[in-house]
């Protein structure tokens, strides 16, 4: 096999957080803990099974119009996948080519990493600051293209609008990718910025702030042409990407923004208490404006209080890496769910 394996592609593959089968208190993923929109039930009511023999639409123009309205774009400022890593893919495939390392944080979303050596894309990941946020500086020099998410995960960050149009001002001359999942529970999109910006890429989901990761819906917004240059890639690639079922939920979804609106407000509430539970237990973290805590406590290490938090049912995500070793990312759920992780932690803290 030795030989065969010369011309096998070999790479580290990204490693999701846990999805236990057994009824777990479940913190781990960054899930909204609420169920989708009613009107994702109604519909799923109204689909006629039949339809199924059918291929899907390829130009996902039911979902692509909705969004289309409600964020007031053109329907060709629109690019709908498989879930946001699915769109993220295809920006990858589609706009870091020219051989330039493309730039990203050393903390963030560990996917990157694996798509750059996924597609053979050389990259280069300046650190993060003390208070783990972006140096914009470090994004001043030449590159093939930047990413990074805006609230940034891990760490919850959240950075301005101003920033981020500083980012773009200095490169003019590649895309920029700004990974929108977690918008919904900080402030200001960059999709404010796109008609000012032809090098701007805003990637969102439906995964956190509309209760769907399960349907798994992602989506872009940019300038005509660049949505035009996604969409060749995705034709080459893939061209019935999203199912009718996520198609017609995805738009039930869209619609209800009062619903959204409501379930947002839900968990950033949810996620003010906890700040101030886990500051009065001595710990400390960021301002997170996400749906997520990125939390330590100098007393207690982060790797054996993850391990007691499993075996009582209690999941969170902890990782064995460089200067994020001592701490854990805690979604917010429930405010019931919420309440029993201060409970464990209580008692741990009196052991």
């Known amino acids: 096999m030795s030989r065969l394996e010369e011309n096998i592609r070999k790479v580290t593959p990204y490693v999701p957080g846990e999805q236990p089968q057994n009824k777990v208190i479940k913190l781990n ?24 023999r059918l291929y899907p639409d390829p130009s996902c123009s039911i979902l692509v119009k909705a969004l289309a309205d409600c964020y007031g774009v053109g329907e060709d400022q629109i690019f709908v996948g498989v879930g946001s890593d699915d769109v993220l893919a295809m920006c990858f495939l589609t706009f870091f080519n020219s051989g330039k390392p493309i730039l990203f944080p050393d903390i963030t979303y560990s ?9 053979s894309i050389p990259y280069e990941c300046p650190k993060l600051n003390e208070e783990f ?10 590159n093939g293209g930047v990413i990074f998410p805006n609230p940034n995960a891990p760490t919850a960050v959240y950075e301005e609008l101003d920033f981020i149009e500083d980012i773009l001002e200095h490169n003019r001359d590649v895309v920029v990718i700004v990974d929108e ?17 032809d090098n701007l890429v805003v990637t969102q989901t439906f995964s956190k702030a509309r209760s769907m990761a399960g349907m798994r819906i992602g989506y872009a917004i940019s300038n005509p042409k660049l949505i035009r240059y996604l969409n060749d890639v995705k034709y080459s690639f893939n061209s019935y990407t999203l199912n009718k079922v996520a198609l017609v939920c995805g738009e039930a979804a869209v619609k209800d923004q009062e619903y959204f609106e409501n379930t947002v407000k839900k968990i950033t509430d949810t996620r003010e208490k906890t700040k101030k539970e886990l500051a009065d237990l001595g710990f400390s973290f960021t301002d997170s404006k996400a749906n ?60």
Do not use: C
């Open 133 to 142: 946020r972006i140096v914009k500086e470090d994004y001043y020099r030449e």
């Open 181 to 197: 999942a977690y918008i919904d529970f900080a402030g200001r999109s960059a999709i404010e910025l796109i008609e000012r910006y």
């Open 111 to 119: 996917f990157y990493k694996v798509w750059a050596q996924l597609y």
């Open 29 to 52: 993923t960054n899930e909204n803990p609420y169920p989708p929109s009613p009107e994702v039930d109604r519909v799923l009511g109204e689909v006629d099974s039949g339809d199924f």
């Open 292 to 351: 997520f805590i990125f939390a330590s406590h100098p007393e207690y290490d982060a790797k054996e209080m993850f391990d007691a938090m499993k075996e009582q049912g209690i999941y969170v995500r902890h990782w064995d890496s460089e200067r994020i070793s001592q701490y854990l990312r805690i979604t917010i759920g429930t405010e019931e769910e919420m309440q029993k992780l201060f409970e464990f932690l209580k008692k741990y803290m009196q052991k």
